[in-house]
């Protein structure tokens, strides 16, 4: 099966995808007006089965859940819900142990996040 991971933002949203059970992150894409069907896109090219999203707690955790609402409209795969508490932490100290280039953080941090919930996400 194929998976995809969300890291959901106000900005941007990270992906991550898991085929044949390698986990892998896809550039972010903007939260905007054609996030949906850029996601839709993202499900067919790579023949996605099952989508997991990322549920902080609190406040945000609402416009998260109002996100996944919609998702379940226009994908019409099965989505989960997968707890995201300190991923942004473990993506962070992930970012340093790889030694990747500090003016690459905002544009890889969320897809890294992504992938932490897909890997909790698989290992459950």
Known sequence: MNY???DYGTKRI???????GIISTISPIANNKESFS???KICQNHQIDKVFVGISEGDFAKQTQD????????????????EEAVSTIEAQQLFQQLHKKKKNYK?????ISAAI???RALTN
């Open 14 to 20: 990270g992906l991550a995808i898991s085929t044949s």
């Open 4 to 6: 995809l991971a969300i």
């Open 67 to 82: 996100f996944v609402a919609q998702l379940k409209d226009v994908l019409k795969l099965p989505i989960e819900e997968i």
């Open 107 to 111: 544009k890889e941090i969320d897809s």
């Open 38 to 40: 850029v996601l839709i």
């Open 117 to 119: 919930i897909l890997r």
